[in-house]
């Protein structure tokens, strides 16, 4: 069996010890003078071998305590040497402290169990105060190493958990932290999205068929729309632009668009879609319209806007219906415009619309689709269709 490398602080105490240790025996200070093996150089075997045990007490410490307890025993029987005692009991210290958890939770007991035996047998054997002290001297150089290992292995093991558990909190906070950013990140290119984008396909189109013909009275009218879109659109990004610089602040929020403001919505989008030949209807079948919680109010609002300017930038002429229901505990939007080629101007089409769409209706765990689907006369028209909850409280929903 190949020993792991020692580590250079071991060799460096290994040395100490063994350097201490030859000082002592120089200079002819043993333990004791009366031992069974009488020469003086019969010292140096155990201290040479605990000095290797203390080289190998942290990369073998299973290994370097069995050799320093036969090293401690052989000793016994020589004249000593207080240098071989001292490393003993660093070697018992060192295994609990650097051995597995199984051999530190073993040696204390064992420790403790020969102790106790040591005392036992003296105290049996010569019956006077002499085998107590004894086995208090064999209870400094084996339990007590033992019980300071196990305490400082225990504050040590506390001290990792406890970084650990910091490590992991913080992780987890960077984690929502980075959630939290990308959520915000999402709501903001919706809401940037669905403000801008009906006026900016409303600019596109109408420029598009201002500079396509050549007649004074559709280039007034287009000028016209392109200027009333550009104030609206400019309007809206201010408001934007306000809400995410007040954020924090203790201002009042900016009234978000309710459900009551979609007769100016279809209003205003029909205005833009006449070049187009595109004919707007509002078909509100709820009886009585009550307030609905606010992310519903905002999600359907912002449905019905996109719907319109897709159908304000794809649709082919023709009419555009949009739909609202309730029925209990959820609201139902449907909007169906003609599917097919169209000759006039269109704006080109990034997909980010469906997709916003999609996410507000995820948000309040809703049923979202959108395609094309055939009408009641067998023609193609594209149909977007909404549900939302309505059943669930705002604090449940945010």
């Given at each position: 069996m190949t020993l792991p490398r020692p580590h250079r602080i071991d060799l460096f105490i290994a040395a100490v010890g063994l350097v201490g240790g030859l000082v002592l025996w120089s200079f002819g200070l043993f333990v004791t003078g009366d031992r069974l093996i009488g020469p003086r150089w019969a010292t140096l075997i155990p201290l040479a071998v605990m000095a290797t045990t203390e080289a190998l007490r942290r990369a073998a410490p299973q290994t370097a305590l069995t050799l320093a307890t036969v090293a401690i025993v052989g000793d016994q029987f020589t004249n000593g040497n207080l240098a071989t005692v001292l490393m003993f009991t660093d070697v018992v210290y060192a295994a609990v402290v650097y051995g597995t958890p199984s051999q530190a939770r073993r040696i204390p007991y064992t420790m403790g169990l020969i102790t106790v035996t040591v005392t036992v047998v003296?105290?049996?054997?010569?019956?006077?105060?002499?085998?107590?002290?004894?086995?208090?001297?064999?209870?400094?150089?084996?339990?007590?190493?033992?019980?300071?290992?196990?305490?400082?292995?225990?504050?040590?093991?506390?001290?990792?958990?406890?970084?650990?558990?910091?490590?992991?909190?913080?992780?987890?906070?960077?984690?929502?932290?980075?959630?939290?950013?990308?959520?915000?990140?999402?709501?903001?290119?919706?809401?940037?999205?669905?403000?801008v984008a009906n006026h900016l396909s409303a600019i596109a189109i109408h420029s598009t068929a201002a500079l396509s013909l050549d007649e004074p009275a559709t280039t007034r009218q287009a000028l016209t729309v392109i200027r009333e879109n550009s104030v609206a659109g400019l309007a809206e990004m201010r408001r934007l632009i306000g809400l995410l610089r007040d954020s924090g602040a203790d201002t009042e929020p900016a009234a978000a668009p309710t459900l009551a403001g979609l007769d100016a919505l279809v209003a205003q989008s029909a205005a833009n879609a006449e070049p187009s030949g595109l004919v707007l209807v509002l078909d509100d079948t709820r009886r009585s319209p009550s307030a609905l919680p606010a992310p519903v109010e905002l999600a359907a609002y912002r449905i019905v806007q996109?719907?319109?300017?897709?159908?304000?930038?794809?649709?082919?002429?023709?009419?555009?219906?949009?739909?609202?229901?309730?029925?209990?505990?959820?609201?139902?939007?449907?909007?169906?415009?003609?599917?097919?080629?169209?000759?006039?101007?269109?704006?080109?089409?990034?997909?980010?619309?469906l997709v916003g769409m999609r996410e507000r209706v995820a948000l309040l765990d809703g049923v979202f689709e959108a395609g094309p689907v055939p009408d009641d006369r067998g023609r193609k028209t594209w149909r977007v269709r909404a549900e939302l909850p309505v059943g669930a409280s705002d604090e449940e929903r945010t």
């Open positions: 003296f105290l049996v054997w010569w019956q006077n105060a002499i085998g107590l002290l004894v086995g208090v001297i064999t209870g400094m150089l084996c339990f007590l190493p033992a019980i300071t290992g196990a305490i400082v292995r225990n504050h040590r093991e506390a001290a990792d958990s406890a970084r650990l558990r910091a490590e992991q909190t913080a992780l987890l906070a960077e984690m929502d932290r980075t959630q939290a950013v990308v959520a915000e990140r999402s709501r903001m290119a919706r809401e940037l999205h669905d403000m996109e719907s319109l300017t897709n159908a304000l930038k794809h649709a082919a002429p023709g009419e555009v219906r949009v739909s609202l229901g309730q029925d209990p505990g959820a609201l139902w939007i449907r909007v169906t415009s003609p599917y097919g080629e169209r000759s006039g101007p269109t704006a080109p089409g990034s997909g980010a619309g």
